[in-house]
């Protein structure tokens, strides 16, 4: 009778071992062994990135779906800022209550086949500065571009495939989670153009981090026990039951940066999941992961007027941005 029960209790405990080893893989992506670093790191500057939060954030201020005049010369300042790099870029227009809001697109390698899409919203919320949220990742978008732009022109460095950099309005509440989004327009133009998506990556507040204790929180407790207790980290958020995207992205940013890359497979009911442009890409069945500081978990900032340019580690960025460049053309 003890043999039996010994047996028994030693089956559970490997089970449950079992079932907590699958349950961590399936969240957190584990990447075993070591990285190979990537053939060749593209650079970014620090002080190019601060100078575009700067300019982002000081002159269209405000820039909130309430206020359509900075906001359509915010889109132009992005669309001037990107043409420097490729001569197609182009606006996508739509209106919202009678007043006309704009996407800027750009594109780069191949003019057909499938292709990736990188993505930042420039309004911010409200009256707020929005420096993290989200000139930060506009910021990277428009640097991204550059290098971009420069490979386009090297034949051993030709693009394999089309990348599309888009910049997208209103992606602050009010018109959070709704149609009105930018990128719920650009993504539903994609679908309906049966456009081959391989992967949408959104860059969400890439600015902020801390080497302080407990600096980083996380929306349920369980998560203090698998992740990092200090925000210096970047993440890759993918939803449940896309862990291979997601596993691949981080492996490949993580091949360019210096900076730990952490990531979580997890369904939407799970705050912060969903919260950002990728959210109506899933919407429309494509591939999509959300790149941030992880917002108001780390940066208690967001969302207030203190969301300002000097709070920002412009180091940190540049530095992440190496690792979103390798993942954008190695995909």
Known sequence: MLTKLRRFLLLLVILIVFFALTIWNLVMQPIWGSVNQAEHIEKFSATTLEKTVKTLVLDFYPRDGSNPVNMKRCAQYIKTELSKTSPRVRYQRYVVNQQTYYNVIASYGPDNGERIIIGAHYDSAGSTPGADDNASGV??????AEKLGKAEKLKDKKLKTRIDLVAYALEEPPYFKTDQMGSAWHAFKMHEDKVDIKLMVSLEMLGYYSSQDDSQQYPIALLDLLYPKKGNFIAVVGLLNDGGTTKKVKSLMQAATTLDVYSINAPRIIPGIDFSDHLNYWNEGYPAVMITDTAFFRNHAYH???????????????DVLSGVFNLATQY
């Open 139 to 144: 910021a990277g978008l428009i640097a991204i």
């Open 304 to 318: 207030t007027a203190d969301d300002v340019p000097q709070r920002l580690n412009y180091n940190k960025m540049a």
